[in-house]
């Protein structure tokens, strides 16, 4: 994740309420089908999802940028789907050969590279980070449907192995090379949340469930995800640091949470249950849940945002919901007068601070 934005406005998010925040709303759209879905969103403000093509007979992988969805195409298959982007514009993701395989792919200049696996027959990738290194699940030689996790760069694939037991996947990767995922244990009698780092992986426990999940972690080293309370019941979203172990980030009321994505500045984004049992996108800064249905200005009319999947330091954020009956993508941008009031707020510092693009 990015580096370089407005380092005074990030901080006074850090400390402002998240309600202060009043978001617009711009649906996606498809590439001719009735669905889509937004993963993540670049610094510069480019997507990558997947969206159904005319007539509903396949998903495609999609970057959206300057108002144009376009497609990424397969390696021959029916499908395929974006699941990363870094600031230099490539995409990561996974498509369908010929033979109805999924490949993990790169995507840039208007080119899908096959990346491989791991010597047996499918693979996904599903982060790239700013240096180019790309993560995912591929089956290992002579594996089906036994993923291990990997890194890959200059050409080369690696298996980064488990946590004991017979499969692992990585969902993310910082500016660090640190790496995120989950993996089963010794045993296969449950999966955890990773890090890895200099060759070595590192188990995160849970909440005190069996299960968890590392889905992010930014560039200072802060993780996200999900894991099951005690008694496996009920599933919370957590933030983890190395100092202050693993942190449950609450719910919207209901038993579930997931957090799938965070910025530089530590803002987190997700799904999580309300008390009436609906499933809504949330925001989580300064140790608050929002449901961001709750800060739509009046462009969100018609809305029901389901879940927010990505979010860049301008503090964009994508996802889907639904919209006149249909699963479409969308991307929510701070309203100019929101920001203006977050500036205002900084008073005689509120100079050195750059026009934000939002």
Known sequence: MA??????????????????????????????????????????????????ITGD???????????????LGTFGGTNSLAFGINDSGIIVGSANTAASLNHAFSYSGGVMTDLGT?????????????????????????????????SYSGGVMTDLGTLGGTTSDAFYINSAGTIVGDSKIT????????????????????????NSNAEAINNSGTIIGDSYLTGDTVEHAFSYTTAGGMVDLGTLGGTHSAAWAMNSAGTIVGDAYTGSGADDAFIYTGGVMVDLNSLLDGSGAGWSLLEATGINDNGQIVGFGLVGGQ???????PEPSTCAMLVGGLGLLGWVVRRRAC
């Not at 499918?122 to 790309?134: L, R």
């Not at 045993?187 to 955890?192: M, Y």
């Open 3 to 52: 580096k370089w934005v407005y380092p005074f406005v990030l901080a006074l998010w850090l400390v402002a309420p998240a309600h202060a925040i009043l978001y617009s709303v711009t649906d996606l759209g498809t590439l001719g089908g009735t669905f889509s879905a937004a993963g993540k969103i670049s610094n510069n403000g480019t997507i990558v999802g997947q969206a159904n």
């Open 57 to 71: 007979t396949a998903g495609h992988a999609f970057s959206y940028s300057g108002g144009v969805m376009t497609d």
């Open 118 to 150: 791991l010597g047996g027959t499918v693979s996904q990738a599903n982060a790239i980070n700013s240096s180019g290194i790309i993560v995912g699940g591929a089956d290992p030689t002579g594996a089906t449907n036994a993923p291990h996790a990997f």
């Open 187 to 210: 045993g296969d009698i449950a999966q955890h949340g990773f890090s890895y780092s200099g060759g070595v992986m590192a188990d995160l426990g849970t909440l005190g469930g069996t």
């Open 327 to 333: 699963l479409h993508a969308f991307l929510l941008t």
